[in-house]
T-cell receptor
Framework: TQLLEQSPQFLSIQEGENLTVYCNSS?????LQWYRQEPGEGPVLLVT?????EVKKLKRLTFQFGDARKDSSLHITAAQPGDTGLYLC???????????FGDGTTLTVKP | DAGVIQSPRHEVTEMGQEVTLRCKPI?????LFWYRQTMMRGLELLIY????????DSGMPEDRFSAKMPNASFSTLKIQPSEPRDSAVYFC????????????FGPGTRLTVL
């Protein structure tokens, strides 16, 4: 059983469109991180959220942590081909708990 | 900063051979993590070290896998004997503090066992 469920698994859109991807769990996390991974490279951290209801913005990317700290979403406005990649969420259980990664959403933005 | 360095970047070997993957974490980082990534299983944590001491190795698949961190600037992941099902991309990551601070990933080693 996967602790973190990410949806959709695959997403293919045109440049300029908006999109939202989700990361859901039945567990409560002390913090949650979003990473982006490009082909042939390791994941790169985009953001860490720690407070229930927290919203963070990174240019065209908006990250939200659920009020109950069980889920999170990533919204991209006006997607660009450079946004293409695998988006992974990782949740930490407790202050010293290890992080578990979801299976990821593979995003393709077509020019 | 050079980031996390892994070698080799690609490894092709035959079943039964020993494979050693190497990692140099970011200087000054206290924690080091080994992950395995496959299409079927996603990104899995194999083991993590804090201050060179293994803290959690519950993700190590079986006795064929072993990891060492003899000093703060070097770690190895060894598979002996290797099997085709070990084919995957192996990532090393490091973080500045104990536990689950921001992890910086290396470029990975793509292992193919024939």
């Amino acid at each position: 059983t996967q602790l973190l469920e990410q949806s959709p698994q695959f997403l293919s859109i045109q440049e300029g469109e908006n999109l939202t991807v989700y990361c859901n769990s039945s567990s409560v996390f002390s913090s949650l991180q979003w990473y982006r991974q490009e082909p042939g490279e390791g994941p790169v951290l985009l953001v860490t959220v720690v407070t229930g209801g927290e919203v963070k913005k990174l240019k065209r990317l908006t990250f939200q942590f659920g009020d109950a700290r069980k889920d999170s979403s990533l919204h991209i406005t006006a997607a660009q081909p450079g946004d293409t990649g695998l988006y992974l969420c990782a949740g930490a259980l407790g202050s010293a708990g290890k992080s578990t990664f979801g299976d990821g959403t593979t995003l393709t933005v077509k020019p | 900063d050079a980031g996390v360095i892994q070698s080799p970047r690609h490894e092709v070997t035959e079943m039964g051979q020993e494979v050693t993957l190497r990692c140099k974490p970011i200087s000054g980082h206290n924690s080091l993590f080994w992950y395995r990534q496959t299409m079927m299983r996603g990104l899995e944590l194999l083991i993590y070290f804090n201050n060179n001491v293994p803290i959690d190795d519950s993700g190590m698949p079986e006795d064929r896998f072993s990891a060492k961190m003899p000093n703060a600037s070097f770690s190895t992941l060894k598979i002996q004997p290797s099997e085709p099902r070990d084919s995957a991309v192996y990532f090393c990551a490091s973080s500045a503090r104990q536990g689950w601070d921001t992890q910086y990933f290396g470029p990975g080693t793509r292992l193919t066992v024939l």
